[in-house]
């Protein structure tokens, strides 16, 4: 149980930390489409992502005991 609790924290952080990525990336782009750090943080947000879709991947598997989370 307490792995569970902590894999839904993470998932819950990394909701919130894909949020602000994705509001800093929109006002990057407003600024300036073009600029670089456009870009960085587009990257930035891929890997957010990917950790995002990871983390729930796990919470979806069944525990080795073949208890499901």
């Known amino acids: 149980m307490e792995r569970k609790y902590e894999s839904l924290c993470s ?15 929109y006002k990057a782009y407003e600024s300036d ?14 890997v957010l992502l990917n950790k995002y879709s990871q983390a729930l991947k796990k919470v979806k598997k069944p525990d080795i005991d073949g208890d499901s989370y």
């Not at 998932?11 to 990336?25: P, V």
């Open 11 to 25: 998932i819950k952080e990394l909701k919130r930390k894909i949020e602000e990525t994705r509001q800093e990336m």
């Open 33 to 46: 489409p073009n600029d670089p750090k456009f870009l960085s943080i587009s990257q930035s947000l891929d």
